[in-house]
T-cell receptor, first 118, second 108 residues
């Protein structure tokens, strides 16, 4: 399988449930990202991992917990979510593992997980 | 990060050339300009990236004037399948911020 894959593609969960989203990239990239896309809103960057280390947490509530065991896998653990957390959650990866300016860091996105919180 | 401004929506007809202009007045010296395309319920897809002047690939062309304060994505001979949201981004390092994008609707 090539590119960036995400599972599950669709998820419905109650507010008291615990679930996890999985992302896997087969591109040999060093950086991975989680984005949230709510209806009629721009994509919001949530987390960035660079060589398995978290380099960005964009003021995301603690009910979202990321995990990056290696450069190819990224998880987003969910617990006690709210209905307003319903959205499309997108994972992306990019080649460069460097944060210095001028890096042409093209991101490759997965198909997303459509999450509905009841 | 440089903020980008682009039209909210555009309409076109099949076979026409579409030009979408993006403003990024505060672009930094080392920033690149990147365009993505997104279909409903899918992740954005990279279209083209440039630093200055003109870049062309099999999908689109990107025109960047000397002052780099704006850029224009040109889609030649659009088809119905080009109906999507197009995002203009200024990218430098990890912090990539997506704006609202331009919703292009191609009519038959």
């Amino acid at each position: 399988e090539t590119g960036v894959t995400q599972t599950p593609r669709h998820l419905v969960m109650g507010m008291t449930n615990k679930k996890s989203l999985k992302c896997e990239q087969h591109l040999g990239h060093n950086a991975m990202y989680w984005y949230k896309q709510s209806a009629k809103k721009p994509l919001e960057l949530m987390f960035v991992y660079n060589f398995k280390e978290q380099t960005e947490n964009n003021s995301v509530p603690s009910r979202f917990s990321p995990e990056c065991p290696n450069s190819s896998h990224l998880f987003l653990h969910l617990h006690t979510l709210q209905p307003e957390d319903s959205a499309l959650y997108l994972c992306a990866s990019s080649q460069e593992g460097l944060a210095e300016a001028g890096v042409r860091d093209t991101q490759y996105f997965g198909p997303g997980t459509r999450l509905t919180v009841l | 990060l440089a903020k980008t401004t682009q039209p909210i929506s555009m309409d076109s007809y099949e076979g026409q050339e579409v030009n979408i202009t993006c403003s990024h007045n505060n672009i930094a010296t080392n920033d690149y300009i990147t365009w993505y395309q997104q279909f409903p319920s899918q992740g954005p897809r990279f279209i083209i990236q440039g630093y200055k002047t003109k870049v062309t690939n099999e999908v689109a062309s990107l025109f960047i004037p000397a002052d780099r304060k704006s850029s224009t994505l040109s889609l030649p001979r659009v088809s119905l399948s080009d109906t999507a949201v197009y995002y203009c981004l200024v990218t430098g390092g990890f912090k990539t911020i997506f704006g609202a994008g331009t919703r292009l609707f191609v009519k038959a």
